[in-house]
């Protein structure tokens, strides 16, 4: 159990430093984003009753789904926002390696030569800027700050590592016995997933090399998913609604696989059985298709991930945006009833996302690591 400990601690770690790295390296500086006019995070009370101003609902969506350098609580009655701040980690060739508190770049404040963008392109990403305030275009920050999705990333890691510590301990001291508590909740779904997904995919004789990792991700992708749907802290971050997260899920799942796959599987991809030779040479149209498919099966997995649970925060939030949109009293409770039953559909579609990711990625990996004749 140890083991398999490390390895869940590994991966998820793996995960939070590419998921960073991937977002870093998105920052494209561009001459029209210099000048910041609004603050980050504003409340649809706050934007239908501002003086002049219309109600825009997708910026107001596109703003709680996207991550963030805080983590909103609250804007109380004086038009004060409350909020978490959270690490900024921030490397330049000018001044080296900056660590400071989010705070000092809020409300589009300037600290040390940085700022957060808070229009266009860069939207909320830290770039530098000179005395004057103007973007240094040819030298972007390396921007490694815990972020809102991060420190969710973290609180799961945590939360995760807590349950199966706190289960191999109780299989310890009580042995194989009727289970009960936190262990009574999680027995049924290991043995789910070493059944219904590992065995039937993998095999018998190897599916226990990759239970540690199929038992990682559906955990991680489940407990983010039901997170996601609580409204407070810690909840209310996207994790899995962000491309970042799900392509460096998907790309650890494409690695596993063909590290895994057996020589079998390699020569079905490069000298396909059954195919005439013309299609393999002198140009590997086959070939070219197989290695296609190589890519484009991780490349499902993130889509369909990303897309499922970021729709469904898309949809609530536009009801909630309805008695904005309307401005009437009228139309709350027909908005709230709505919201309800999609966050009971959310609460559905969290577990059957996690389900069917660690099923595709058992099934990628058994296709690869069995014998072919």
Same mark, same amino acid.
């Given at each position: ?11 998820? !770690? ?18 029209? #984003? ?7 995070? /504003?409340?649809?009370?706050?934007? +239908? ?9 997708? *910026?107001? $969506? ?8 805080? =983590? ?15 690490? !900024?980690?921030?490397? /330049? ?5 900056? $660590?400071?508190? /989010? ?15 808070? *229009? ?17 275009? *040819? ?5 490694? #700050? ?5 420190? +969710? ?5 945590? $939360?995760?590592?807590?349950?199966f510590i706190s289960l191999a301990?109780?299989?310890?001291? &009580?042995?194989? #016995? ?49 997170? @996601? ?11 899995? @609604?962000?491309? +970042? ?20 599987? =390699? ?9 005439? =030779? =013309? ?8 070939? !070219? ?10 490349? +499902?997995?993130?889509?369909r991930l990303f897309a499922n ?8 939030? &536009? ?45 990628? $990996? ?8």
């Amino acid at each position: 159990m140890k083991k398999r400990s490390i390895l869940t601690t590994f991966i998820l !770690v793996l995960a939070f430093i590419a998921a960073n790295a991937f977002a870093a390296a998105q920052v494209h500086v561009t001459e029209e #984003s210099q000048h910041p006019q609004s603050d980050q995070h /504003s409340d649809p009370g706050e934007e +239908a009753g501002a003086e002049g101003g219309e109600f825009d609902p997708g *910026e107001y $969506i596109l703003d709680h789904i996207a991550d963030s350098h805080e =983590w909103h609580l609250f804007t109380n009655k004086h038009g004060d926002h409350v909020s978490v701040y959270l690490p !900024v980690i921030v490397y /330049s060739r000018e001044s080296r390696l900056n $660590i400071f508190s /989010s705070k000092h770049l809020a409300h589009s404040h300037i600290y040390n030569g940085f700022m957060i963008m808070q *229009e266009g392109e860069l939207k909320g990403r830290i770039v530098e800027v000179d005395k004057e305030g103007v973007i240094i275009e *040819e030298k972007p920050p390396l921007d490694l #700050s815990i972020t809102k999705n991060v420190a +969710a990333m973290i609180i799961v890691a945590i $939360i995760i590592l807590w349950l199966f510590i706190s289960l191999a301990g109780s299989y310890r001291r &009580s042995g194989i #016995s009727e289970p009960k508590g936190m262990q009574g909740f999680l027995e049924p779904v290991i043995v789910f997933i070493r059944d219904d997904i590992a065995l039937q995919n993998i095999g018998d004789s190897k599916h226990e090399r990759y239970m540690p990792y199929l038992l990682t991700i559906f955990f991680f992708i489940l407990i983010n998913n039901l997170m @996601g749907l609580v409204p407070i802290i810690p909840g209310g971050a996207n994790v899995t @609604g962000n491309i +970042a997260v799900t392509f460096t899920l998907a790309f650890i799942t494409m690695v596993i696989t063909n590290f895994s796959g057996s020589r079998g599987y =390699w020569k079905h991809i490069f000298n396909t059985p059954g195919v005439p =030779w =013309w299609l393999k040479f002198p140009v590997p149209l086959m070939p !070219v298709v197989e290695l296609i498919g190589v890519i484009a099966k991780p490349f +499902a997995l993130m889509i369909r991930l990303f897309a499922n649970i970021t729709a469904g925060h898309i949809i609530v939030l &536009s009801l909630v945006s309805l008695i904005f949109i309307f401005k009437s009293v009228l139309i709350a409770p027909v908005s709230i009833v709505f919201v309800l039953f999609m966050d009971c559909l959310e609460i559905l579609v969290a577990f059957l996302q996690a389900y069917v990711f660690t099923l595709l990625s058992a099934l990628f $990996i058994g296709l690869a690591v069995q014998e072919h004749h």
